[in-house]
């Protein structure tokens, strides 16, 4: 078959590298500027010199034989590495978390910057708004946060988009700073104050151990208290919230802060779904669980539901 994926995050690259290995024609798009989703590094020039943050997942486990063998064979490519001040168990892209995405977006061929606006029917086939006039598809595989589904699946798949939006996530304010020195702190903490998780990006295995750069996240309920401020005050407060928790710190090179509007969702069971009459499948964390195995794993699903 002739498949568009939708969503070139964990999830639908999982599917997209599986379905080709099975012998299909695989098209992936994805709306975002590089390869990433929610395992995004976000790259800053400032006064000549850059900065980078994993400003998304901060580390992944595997606790799935699949997914164990998966990251063994990154770490062969040196595409991830253990990172145990997380926690025992967790791994990171390196140099940076998108490295995984990266190298599985290379393989799929996915292209992006392309966002896609809904789905056409015409005869049996699908056909993408967003994407070239002239790609026809024999199915379509959706792999996108699940507030985003809805629009997309609405019209031609209702109990799709109906499933999508029963769902809800936890939003997540995220601060990126660079200091001028060391920051007087373990390489990770969490639980303080308005902070849920805060690490030295720079300790991770690959990163430019000379800089000194963090990423504060907020907790779930202060970042819903706060979603619809702007980033710069947002950002001002969680370093203040992170001084309350820390001490005295360093000079601040660069400060910015994002939101992500939906970065956790609940857990759910359904591991990914597709209707088979109208070859449209589902899948990504929201199906599964908040983490990135999850995604990895729902994509997985997808294929072999699709491979019947
Ligand atoms: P995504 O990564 O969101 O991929 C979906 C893709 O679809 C995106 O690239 C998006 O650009 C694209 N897209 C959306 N709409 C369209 C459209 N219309 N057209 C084209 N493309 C579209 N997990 C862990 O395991 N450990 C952690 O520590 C952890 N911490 C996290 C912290 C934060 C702040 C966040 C945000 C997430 C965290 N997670 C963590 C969760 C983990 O990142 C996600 O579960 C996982 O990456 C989801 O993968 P996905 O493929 O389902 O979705």
């Excluded at 969503?7 to 590089?34: I, P, T």
């Excluded at 590094?41 to 998966?70: L, N, P, S, V, W």
């Excluded at 029963?166 to 304010?173: I, L, M, N």
């Excluded at 992170?242 to 759910?268: I, Q, S």
Aim: glycine share 10%; hydrophobic share 45%; aromatic share 8%.
């Amino acid at each position: 078959m002739r498949i568009a994926i939708i969503g070139a995050g964990m999830a639908g690259l999982s599917c997209a590298v599986q379905l080709r290995e099975a012998g299909h024609a695989v098209s992936v798009f994805d709306k975002g500027r590089g390869p990433g989703g929610r395992m995004a590094t976000r790259r800053m020039e400032h006064e000549g010199e850059t900065f980078a943050f994993d400003h998304g997942a901060q580390y992944f486990t595997a606790r799935e034989i699949a997914f164990q063998a998966r990251v063994r064979a990154w770490e062969a490519e040196g595409i991830v590495a253990a990172w145990p001040a997380a926690k025992e168990g967790a791994w990171v892209g390196t140099p940076s978390m998108n490295a995984p995405i990266h190298a599985m977006a290379e393989e799929a061929g996915a292209i992006f910057g392309t966002r896609i606006h809904a789905l056409e029917r015409v005869g049996h086939q699908w056909r993408l708004a967003g994407a070239s006039d002239e790609e026809m598809f024999d199915a379509v595989v959706v792999a996108v946060p699940a507030e985003q589904v809805a629009p997309l699946l609405a019209s031609h798949a209702p109990d799709l988009a109906e499933d999508a939006r029963d769902v809800t996530s936890e939003p997540c304010w995220t601060a990126m700073v660079a200091f001028e020195g060391r920051v007087d702190a373990p390489d990770t903490l969490s639980e303080a104050g308005a902070i849920g998780w805060a690490a030295r990006n720079s300790a991770k295995p690959g990163r430019d151990a000379e800089q000194e750069c963090w990423v504060i996240q907020a907790n779930p309920r202060w970042s819903r208290a706060q979603l619809e401020r702007e980033a710069e005050n947002v950002g001002e407060e969680l370093l203040a919230h992170f001084a309350r928790a820390v001490g005295d710190l360093p000079a601040v090179l660069f400060r910015t802060a994002h939101r992500w509007r939906y970065a956790m969702c609940e857990k759910n069971d359904a591991g990914a779904l597709w209707d088979a009459d109208l070859r449209i499948g589902v899948c990504g964390d929201w199906l599964s669980g908040p983490r990135v195995e999850n995604a990895f794993l729902s994509g997985l699903e997808l294929a072999r539901l699709i491979e019947g």
